[in-house]
């Protein structure tokens, strides 16, 4: 099954605020069955099935992947066994595919600040992680249209799927 997707943004005003709401839809090709899922003891175990996941996801993929990174602590244990399986070249192949994107709040905090989302990634990826992906791309809040950069991201993430 492959999805498709449709995006708009409808925008809404009130008072000082701005709201902009995605009718960006993931339509099934198909009928839909029920979720399986499995409890697992620890986040170190989330963060195993998680990569698992990713590996099986892009060797059974031609062409790029697209991951958006998680902020959560089983996320954060994949980031932690993926940095250490970096520096063997055990994920290379993997991670030259991949075109990363953060969620991050559309809170308006410059790039090099210690607390901002893309410095906490880079702290448990490493440099070595950036270097070898083919593309990131953040959620650039510092500008003076925060509305327009998160278009152009939605565009970029759009144009990559």
Do not use: C, H
């Amino acid at each position: 099954m492959r999805p498709s997707y449709s995006r708009a943004l409808q925008r809404r005003e009130n008072g000082y605020n701005v709201w902009l709401e995605s009718t960006m839809a993931l339509m099934p090709s198909g009928p839909v069955s029920g979720y399986s899922y499995t409890v697992v003891d620890s986040e170190d175990a989330v963060g195993s099935a998680m990569l698992s996941e990713l590996i099986d996801y892009a060797s059974g993929k031609e062409g790029d992947v697209n991951i958006v990174l998680l902020g959560g602590r089983g996320a954060q244990a994949m980031y932690k066994q993926m940095r250490t399986r970096i520096a063997s070249g055990e994920l290379d192949q993997l991670l030259s595919r991949l075109n990363v994107f953060t969620q991050d709040a559309l809170a308006p905090m410059r790039m090099a600040n210690g607390l901002s989302f893309v410095r906490d990634f880079e702290r448990l990826l490493g440099e070595e992680f950036f270097a070898k992906i083919k593309s990131f791309t953040p959620m650039l809040t510092e500008t003076d249209d925060v509305e327009g950069g998160l278009i152009g991201y939605l565009d970029k993430l759009e144009e990559l799927v």
